[in-house]
C-alpha cells in the first residue's frame, strides 16, 4: 500500500511520455495537407527571383546570396542540379537525406531547415543563424513536464494517503484497538469505504462490548444456582430427602435454562440474519404455547415468514414474564394483523414497570428495582431475548402501563421476511 501511489505516479508518467512522444511521431509521419506542396513551390518561385541567375558568375552569386542572407538573417547553400555545392553565406548546409526526411521539403529539430528546390534545377537550403537558435519552446516543454509531474504525485499522494490512513486503522483494530476510527475525507469511493470501516468498526465493537458485559453478568448469575446445588447436594448426602432431591433437581434445570438463554444471547449477537425461514401461523404457535401457563387468548389467524423455533421462544418467554409478574391473575394474549404487520399483545395485572425502568427493561439481566435478585428464578435475559428475536424477525417490541394496573408489552412484526424494513 505504501508504495501505491508511486505505481499510479509513474503509470501517469508513463502515459505522458508516450502521449509525448507519439504526437509529434503522428504529426512527422502522417502530416501530409497537400497545401504544403502549393506552399513551397510559391516559396521555390519566389526565391528563384531573389537568388542569382543560373548562368551568373560565382562572384555574383556569392555577393547577392551573402546579401540575401543579411537581409533576411538567415544561412543560405546553394546547390546545382546535380547536388554540387555552389555558393553558401556561412558553413555550407548540409542536403536533405530523403531516408530522414521521407522526401519533405523541410526537416525538424533543434536546427530546422528547409530545401527548395528551384524551376531551373537548382535547390536553395536555408536555415536560422547558429546565435539564433532558441531553447525557449524546449524550455516551457520541461517546465510544463516538471509541473505536470509534480500536479500527479502530489494528486497521487492525496489519494493513496487516505488509503494508507484506512490501512492504518484496520491494523489498529486488528490488534484489538475497539476504538480505531478512520477520518471520512471527500465524497468519493475511498470516502464511503471509511464511512463503512467507521460503522463496521462501531459494530465490531460494540458486540465485544456486548460479549465482555455478556460473560462477565453470566458469570455472576451461574454463582446462585451453583451455590444452591452445592449447599443442596451437601445436604442430601448426609440426609437424603425427596425435597432435597426437588430442589437439586430444579436448580439444575434452572441452570440449563440459564445457559441455553445466554447461547441463544450470544447467537443472536453475532449473526446479520436468519437462515431458517418458514411460513409461520403465530395465533396457532401461541395456542400450542400456552397450554402450560394461565392465560387467555384471542386474535385471529396471522401467517407471516420466520423461524419457527426463534418465535416459540419469543412467546414462551413472554409468558414466563406474565406468569413471574403477573400477580397472580390470568394474563391476556392477541394476535392481530395490520396492514403488512403482525401484531402480539401481551397484558397482565403485575405491579407495572415504572416509567424510569421501561427503557431499561429489555436490558441484558436487567430487573426492575422493585424485584429482589432470584425472587422469582430468572436470570433477567428473558425480554432481552423477546428484544433480539423481534429485531431478528424485522419488528420490534414495547413495554407500556396497562389501564387498570399492569403492563403490556407489543410485539410488532413484518410478515414478509424478504425486503422488509424494521418496523417501529
Not at 239 to 257: A, F, G, H, S
Not at 316 to 332: D, I
Amino acid at each position: 500500500m505504501r508504495h501505491l501511489y508511486i505505481k499510479i505516479y509513474l503509470a501517469f508518467l508513463l502515459i505522458m511520455a508516450v502521449v509525448a512522444i507519439l504526437a509529434p511521431l503522428s504529426w512527422w509521419l502522417f502530416d501530409q495537407n497537400p497545401k504544403d506542396k502549393r506552399i513551397y513551390e510559391t516559396f521555390s518561385k519566389l526565391a528563384a527571383k531573389a537568388v542569382p541567375p543560373i548562368d551568373a558568375s560565382l562572384t555574383v552569386q556569392q555577393q547577392k546570396i551573402d546579401a540575401l542572407a543579411t537581409d533576411l538573417s538567415l544561412r543560405l547553400t546553394l546547390y546545382d542540379a546535380q547536388n554540387q555545392h555552389i555558393v553558401s553565406s556561412d558553413e555550407p548546409l548540409p542536403l536533405p537525406q530523403k531516408r530522414r526526411i521521407s522526401g519533405r521539403q523541410f526537416s525538424r529539430g533543434i536546427n530546422p531547415m528547409i530545401y527548395l528546390h528551384l524551376p531551373d534545377g537548382r535547390s536553395l537550403i536555408i536555415a536560422r543563424k547558429h546565435h539564433e537558435h532558441s531553447f525557449f519552446p524546449l524550455l516551457m516543454l520541461f517546465s510544463a513536464f516538471i509541473i505536470f509531474s509534480l500536479g500527479i504525485y502530489l494528486l497521487a499522494k492525496r489519494l493513496t494517503g487516505r488509503l494508507e490512513r484506512l490501512q492504518t486503522a484496520v491494523d489498529r483494530l486488528g490488534e484489538g484497538d475497539m476504538g480505531a476510527r478512520v477520518a471520512v475525507e471527500g465524497k468519493d469511493e475511498i470516502a464511503q469505504l471509511a464511512k463503512r470501516f467507521n460503522h463496521a468498526a462501531e459494530r465490531i465493537e460494540q458486540l465485544v462490548q456486548a460479549q465482555k458485559n455478556l460473560l462477565a453478568t453470566a458469570s455472576h448469575e451461574l454463582r446462585t444456582p451453583l451455590t444452591r446445588m452445592q449447599m443442596a447436594l451437601d445436604l442430601f448426602m448426609q440426609n437424603p430427602k425427596p425435597e432435597l432431591e426437588r430442589e437439586l433437581t430444579q436448580n439444575i434445570q434452572e441452570l440449563d435454562d440459564l445457559i441455553d438463554e445466554v447461547l441463544l444471547a450470544s447467537k443472536l449477537d453475532t449473526i446479520d440474519q436468519l437462515h431458517h425461514i418458514e411460513t409461520v401461523d403465530l395465533l396457532g404457535l401461541l395456542a400450542e404455547e400456552a397450554i402450560h401457563y394461565q392465560v387467555n387468548i384471542s386474535g385471529e389467524p396471522a401467517i407471516l415468514e420466520g423461524d419457527a423455533y426463534l418465535l416459540r421462544r419469543l412467546i414462551r418467554n413472554l409468558l414466563e414474564n406474565a406468569q413471574r409478574y403477573g400477580g397472580g391473575t390470568s394474563s391476556e394474549f392477541s394476535v392481530k394483523q395490520q396492514d403488512q404487520i403482525t401484531i402480539l399483545t401481551a397484558c397482565d395485572r403485575g405491579h407495572g414497570v415504572p416509567e424510569s425502568e421501561r427503557k431499561h427493561i429489555f436490558d441484558a439481566f436487567y430487573r426492575p428495582s422493585y424485584i429482589s435478585e432470584g425472587a422469582h428464578g430468572g436470570a433477567g435475559l428473558g425480554l432481552s431475548l423477546v428484544k433480539q428475536i423481534a429485531e431478528q424477525h424485522h419488528g420490534s417490541v414495547t413495554c407500556h402501563p396497562r389501564q387498570g394496573g399492569g403492563t403490556c408489552f407489543e410485539v410488532r412484526l413484518a410478515n414478509r421476511w424478504e425486503n422488509s424494513n424494521q418496523v417501529s
